[in-house]
T-cell receptor
Framework: SAVISQKPSRDICQRGTSLTIQCQVD?????MFWYRQQPGQSLTLIAT?????????ESGFVIDKFPISRPNLTFSTLTVSNMSPEDSSIYLC?????????????FGPGTRLTVL | QKEVEQDPGPLSVPEGAIVSLNCTYS??????FMWYRQYSRKGPELLMY????GNKEDGRFTAQVDKSSKYISLFIRDSQPSDSATYLC???????????FGTGTKLQVIP
C-alpha cells in the first residue's frame, strides 16, 4: 500500500476564510480522491483528481467551493473556500491501489477541520 | 433508502469474543466489497477486499459476501482490545464507478 500524508492534520478556522489541505503520496498514482467524513455519516466523495485533467466533482460539490489541484502524480491539494460551520468535518484523501484490484483505495490520515 | 446500511453500534464485547459486523445494500451491481478499520483520529485502513460472493479469510478476520441476499459480514475471532475501532463496509460495481461506504460500526472490545 502507498504511504499517504496530509497537512495540516487539524485546523480551526474562522467563518469566511479558506483552507488548503495538502496530500502527498510516496509513489506515483494516477487517481486521487478527496472525501469528507462527518460525524455519523458515511464517507462522501467530493471529487476525483487525475493528473493532467480537471477534477471531476460529485453531485452537491462545486469547483468554486472546493477547488482542487493535481500538479503531478504524487501530490494534490483541496481548498475549502469561504468556510462556514457546516464545513466542519474530516477531509480525507485517498489513492487507488497498485495491485490491479478494482476500486481498492488507501487513505491518508485525514485533516480535522473546525470552522467557528 | 440508503444504498448501504450499516448499524452504527456501538458494539461492546468481551475480549476473546467472536464479533460479527454486517452491512446490507440495495444495488445489485455491486461486486467488489471491502472492509476498512478506522481508529480514532486516523484514516481508514483497508482490512479485507473481496470480489463477488463467498468467503475470504485473513488471520482472525473472515469476510463473507452473500450477493443473493445483498448482505456482507466481517467476522473477528478471538477479539482483542486493539480491535476497538470503527469498521466501515464499502462496495462498488467496479471500473470507474465510485465506492459507496457504510456509516461505520463502532466496536469496543473490553479487556
Amino acid at each position: 500500500s502507498a504511504v499517504i500524508s496530509q497537512k495540516p492534520s487539524r485546523d480551526i478556522c474562522q467563518r469566511g476564510t479558506s483552507l488548503t489541505i495538502q496530500c502527498q503520496v510516496d509513489s506515483q498514482v494516477t487517481m486521487m480522491f478527496w472525501y469528507r467524513q462527518q460525524p455519523g455519516q458515511s464517507l462522501t466523495l467530493i471529487a476525483t483528481a487525475n493528473q493532467g485533467s480537471e477534477a471531476t466533482y460529485e453531485s452537491g460539490f462545486v469547483i468554486d467551493k472546493f477547488p482542487i489541484s493535481r500538479p503531478n502524480l504524487t501530490f494534490s491539494t483541496l481548498t475549502v473556500s469561504n468556510m462556514s460551520p457546516e464545513d466542519s468535518s474530516i477531509y480525507l484523501c485517498s489513492v487507488e491501489g497498485r495491485g490491479g484490484r478494482d476500486n481498492e483505495q488507501f487513505f491518508g490520515p485525514g485533516t480535522r477541520l473546525t470552522v467557528l | 433508502q440508503k444504498e448501504v446500511e450499516q448499524d452504527p453500534g456501538p458494539l461492546s464485547v468481551p475480549e476473546g469474543a467472536i464479533v460479527s459486523l454486517n452491512c446490507t445494500y440495495s444495488n445489485s451491481a455491486f461486486q467488489y466489497f471491502m472492509w476498512y478499520r478506522q481508529y480514532s483520529r486516523k484514516g481508514p485502513e483497508l482490512l479485507m477486499y473481496t470480489y463477488s460472493s463467498g468467503n475470504k479469510e485473513d488471520g482472525r478476520f473472515t469476510a463473507q459476501v452473500d450477493k443473493s441476499s445483498k448482505y456482507i459480514s466481517l467476522f473477528i475471532r478471538d477479539s482483542q482490545p486493539s480491535d476497538s475501532a470503527t469498521y466501515l463496509c464499502a462496495m462498488s460495481s467496479g471500473g470507474y464507478q465510485k465506492v459507496t461506504f457504510g456509516t461505520g460500526t463502532k466496536l469496543q472490545v473490553i479487556p
